[in-house]
């Protein structure tokens, strides 16, 4: 039988599970080379059609498809999906992304909710019930235990993780006063990297497509020996061979917007954890914030007024009136 390779169409996907299916294609059952040569056909369904979905077009049975994936060393069909969605996650681009998903969803069986709100929800809601069953306790408490030890504290994230590193820093900072925030190469990054001592704790934040510059930044820090944590999606993330530890939270592909519900909940149970661990000091320097946050007047009075007359004055602009 002449193996046949994936096709070449708007989504060139390569991921490596399509390599051990055509080095296999010999050794499966009848049934399971149908299901194998319908996949290395339309290798993107793999990663985002359910199992009764899949089987409906392969015209084979759900139970092929979960001997499939254990033929392939795989738990199940689900993780086997889940290996197929992170390696389209590094492969495609924002708007073959955008393309691929709108196309799957187009053409799924199972009914999907009829709004983006209600689909996007519905899948924030799967990633935090998978955040749940891909933490590993025993990890998360070591990791508290090198927050509370470090001297210093650096969160490292570019490009749409900027916005993961500023809330991971900024909450850090509001219990600790040793916290540095890095969003790429520069001269900031310089010093808060050259005040780093083997007694700190860098976070590498990172996701699809994972940015080139986060990944030159852990390679600097390895070699000066800090302790590197991983905040990223699978085994395959390339700051994993970076980090003494590492957190692999799953984020699928919705589409070309982040679905950051589950890095952002992990975030807050660590910087909840920390707090806990030292309820004094934490009490301590959250006190010291609300002190300064009174004295430059930062937020609103209870009961202050706001109106749209008065904007530009605030501004200094005074409002001219028309002739």
Not at 31 to 49: D, M, S
Not at 126 to 137: A, C, E, G, Q, T
């Amino acid at each position: 039988m002449t193996n046949k390779k994936p096709r070449n169409a708007s989504t060139p996907i390569t991921f490596k599970v399509l390599n051990e299916i055509t080095r296999k294609l010999d050794e499966f059952t009848p049934r399971q080379r149908i299901l194998a040569e319908y996949i290395l056909q339309h290798p993107e369904n793999l990663a985002f059609l359910s199992i009764t979905d899949l089987a409906a077009k392969s015209s084979v049975s759900e139970a092929t498809i979960v001997r499939f994936s254990y033929e392939l060393g795989y738990e199940g069909y689900p993780q086997l999906a889940r290996e197929a969605q992170q390696a389209i996650q590094f492969e495609l681009g924002t708007a073959g992304r955008f393309r691929l998903v709108r196309r799957m969803r187009s053409e799924s069986l199972k009914k999907e909710p009829t709004s983006s709100f209600e689909r996007v929800l519905k899948y924030e809601i799967d990633n935090l019930v998978n955040l749940s069953r891909n933490i590993k306790i025993n990890d998360f408490y070591r990791c508290i235990d090198m927050l509370a030890e470090a001297d210093r504290i650096c969160i490292a994230g570019c490009l749409a993780s900027t916005s993961l590193a500023t809330f991971f820093g900024n909450m850090l900072s509001k219990i600790s006063h040793q916290v540095d925030i890095i969003h790429g190469h520069g001269v900031m990054t310089s010093a808060v990297i050259n005040n780093l001592t083997q007694n700190s704790l860098v976070f590498l934040i990172a996701f699809p497509r994972y940015p080139r510059e986060i990944v030159e930044i852990g390679q600097i820090i390895v070699e000066k020996g800090t302790r590197i944590v991983a905040i990223t999606d699978s085994h395959i993330s390339p700051i994993l061979p970076l980090a003494n530890l590492y957190f692999a939270l799953p984020v699928g592909i919705p589409s070309f917007v982040d679905p950051y519900a589950g890095p952002t909940v992990f975030i807050n149970a660590l910087v909840t954890e920390l707090s806990e661990r030292d309820p004094k000091r934490a009490q301590e320097i959250l006190g010291q914030y609300d002190e300064y946050a009174s004295e430059v007047n930062l937020f609103l009075k209870p009961g202050a007024k706001v109106s749209r007359s008065n904007i530009g004055n605030r501004s200094g602009k005074m409002s001219k009136k028309k002739p």
